[in-house]
């Protein structure tokens, strides 16, 4: 398990994964990352629709070092534009997220949503072909039964390794709007996926029929006053799952209670501090991600400026509460014009729930360690992804004088902003995707 301690310390050195191109093209840019249950596979989606997996080079007795490097597996698309004729809609091919299911046998499996529609991928190899057909020749055309004139046993030769991806199953029709969120439930027989106004439970066997769990859609739409962003099944419990909202509040619920959970077990909300009221307050209380901790017991969520960590057992406030660039406070009117309040950042637990990393702006990132109190920010950049480079942590100046390893508040590039990592589930190894790089990270001692 990693070490918490060594977690926070700068020791991360990292490299840019292969496949990234210099040049920003909209489609190339990464949307969602996610480690897999191992984290042997890693796996990113881009706003192409494209999804690709990295698998972790295996030890080698010539090169000790490289043990921890990723290197593409497969790269497949998973999703197309597409067109609502009804509603005159053009449906992005933008893979939103990404989650796989525990591995059973050989191959892999993965979900991918955009915003309408999930697919269950499977992701094998193959090593060997089949030859000596007896209906076929070795081109694939079909021979001539009146020529056939004697059997043959079809043997398996081998051949090239190929990593082949099918989906296996189509989840569509069920959402009127915009999926955010897909989560696999404890019991690996089903999942849920959450649009901005409702949460559908769905069978992985059964894809033209789904169960409205959560529906906060008023009768008149004039009376809307707050969205799903966000939602996650616990980890061990497979009746409960959370879901939060643009207000800034989380709901528990218990799927024991009734089919349709409308009526939360708990609902966790911090009272808000009169003093630190503002025009945009509503928009940064908003949350835009939850997740559970691997124990259960935790539930973290992330708005514009903190990360807060909730025991399940205390409603009224957060346990913890760690500012991840209270420096921008200053700054949410320009961040308001320029659009960048509304930016989604992502949080992630590292494998034993002791560290917590997010990312913000200037393509920085920033780690809290729970039991020491102590905080970083690291930068993802082309410099630091030399082999075996240092990550050094970098400090942001908000006026006076500034020193020389400081950058100014004021020369933020805010266009550069890591909105998706991911922590390896075991290993101090970490995922940051910078625009279209992705760049990963592990800890020293590894």
Request: hydrophobic content about 35%; charged content about 25%.
């Amino acid at each position: 398990m990693p070490h918490s301690s060594s977690a926070v310390t700068p020791t991360f050195h990292g490299h840019l994964v292969p496949g990234a191109m210099p040049q920003v093209s909209p489609a190339d840019i990464i949307s969602t990352v996610e480690f897999n249950h191992t984290g042997e596979l890693l796996a990113t989606g881009d706003k192409g629709g494209r999804v690709v997996i990295f698998q972790r080079e295996q030890e080698s007795k010539h090169q000790p070092h490289r043990r921890g490097e990723y290197n593409v597996y497969s790269t497949f698309q998973s999703h197309e534009p597409e067109f609502d004729y009804l509603k005159s809609l053009e449906i992005e091919e933008k893979i939103n997220k990404i989650r796989w299911l525990p591995q059973q046998n050989a191959a892999y499996f993965l979900l991918s949503t955009n915003d309408k529609t999930v697919k269950l991928w499977k992701v094998s190899e193959r090593d060997k072909r089949p030859e000596g057909y007896n209906l076929k020749d070795e081109d694939g055309r079909l021979r001539d039964p009146s020529m056939i004139t004697m059997l043959r046993v079809p043997v398996l030769r081998p051949m090239d390794l190929m990593v082949e991806a099918t989906p296996r199953r189509v989840f569509a029709n069920a959402h009127t709007y915009h999926i955010n969120s897909i989560s696999v439930n404890s019991d690996y027989e089903t999942y849920m996926s959450a649009d901005d106004l409702r949460i559908n439970l769905w069978n992985f066997e059964i894809t033209n029929q789904s169960f409205n769990i959560v529906d906060i859609k008023p009768a008149n739409m004039e009376e809307l006053t707050e969205v799903i962003t966000a939602a996650e099944f616990h980890p061990h419990h497979c009746n409960t799952f959370v879901y939060s909202s643009s207000k800034g509040t989380i709901r528990l619920c218990d799927m024991r209670t009734s089919a349709l959970c409308d009526r939360h077990a708990k609902f966790f909300e911090e009272p808000e501090d009169p003093s630190n009221r503002s025009f945009f307050s509503e928009i940064i209380s908003s949350i835009s991600d939850v997740k559970f901790s691997h124990s259960g017991r935790y539930i973290m969520t992330r708005d514009y400026l903190t990360v807060k960590v909730w025991d399940l057992n205390m409603e009224n406030r957060p346990i913890e509460t760690y500012q991840v660039h209270d420096y921008l406070r200053s700054k949410l009117c320009s961040l308001y014009e320029n659009d960048c309040i509304f930016d989604k950042f992502e949080c992630v637990w590292n494998g034993s729930d002791s560290v917590i990393m997010t990312g913000s702006y200037n393509n920085f990132f920033r780690m809290f360690d729970r039991n020491t109190k102590r905080d970083v920010t690291l930068e993802a950049s082309r410099e630091n992804s030399k082999p075996r480079a240092i990550l050094k942590p970098r400090k942001v100046c908000v006026g006076g004088k500034r020193r020389k390893d400081e950058i100014s508040v004021d020369s933020l590039d805010f266009s550069k902003k890591i909105l998706h990592t991911a922590w390896h589930p075991s290993e101090n190894i970490i995922a940051v995707a910078a625009t279209n790089n992705l760049y990963i990270f592990q800890d020293k001692v590894n």
